[in-house]
């Protein structure tokens, strides 16, 4: 697989394939990203459009210099999320909405134990603790990479997952007693 830099340098050299191969490659993620977020399927496709429109105008001007592609990618999703509900004024989809379902029955009641407890439990995270354990966990992506989509030092971002995960610990420590 080729590198994400080197994939720039095809797209900026007007490669036809290039910009094929961005959207293949990021596409589903950060589809996948936005509608845990919004949580509507055409709004997701519509946003995530608009992402790919604004990375091909960013890519022909070269505006990768300090950032990465998947970086720059997954920050403007968030920031296309964010425009989105400031036009709407309608709250963000929490985490525990599109925690996944178990297919097993026994699996499932348990599953529904456990999503009824995070449901509770994430109402006590802030939106920033919600979305760094979204995109570390939901997203599987590494701490630079969240970093540069929230637009924090990697340590903030270490610290508030830390934070995050601290605080429902807590809350399942309290539950338990």
Do not use: C
């Not at 989509?149 to 420590?173: G, T």
Request: proline share 3%; aromatic share 8%; net charge positive.
């Amino acid at each position: 697989m080729q590198s994400d830099h080197d994939l720039l340098v095809r797209v900026q050299a007007n490669q036809p394939d290039a910009l094929t191969q961005v959207y293949d490659r990021f596409a589903p993620g950060i589809y996948a990203y936005i509608y845990r977020q919004v949580g509507v399927k055409q709004l997701a496709e519509d946003l995530t459009s608009d992402v790919f429109v604004q990375a091909l105008s960013a890519l022909r001007k070269d505006r990768f210099a300090h950032t990465t592609l998947v970086g720059w990618l997954y920050r403007t999703a968030h920031n296309r999320v964010i425009d989105h509900y400031r036009r709407e004024r309608k709250k963000i989809v929490p985490l525990e909405e599109w925690m996944p379902d178990a297919t097993d029955v026994a699996a499932d009641a348990a599953r529904k134990l456990e999503q009824d407890w995070m449901r509770r439990a994430l109402k006590f995270l802030t939106a920033e603790q919600q979305q760094v354990l979204t995109l570390r966990f939901g997203e599987e992506m590494s701490a630079p990479d969240v970093a540069r989509v929230m637009n924090k030092d990697e340590n903030a971002v270490r610290a508030l997952q830390h934070r995050a995960l601290a605080a429902l610990r807590r809350l399942m420590d309290e539950g338990s007693k």
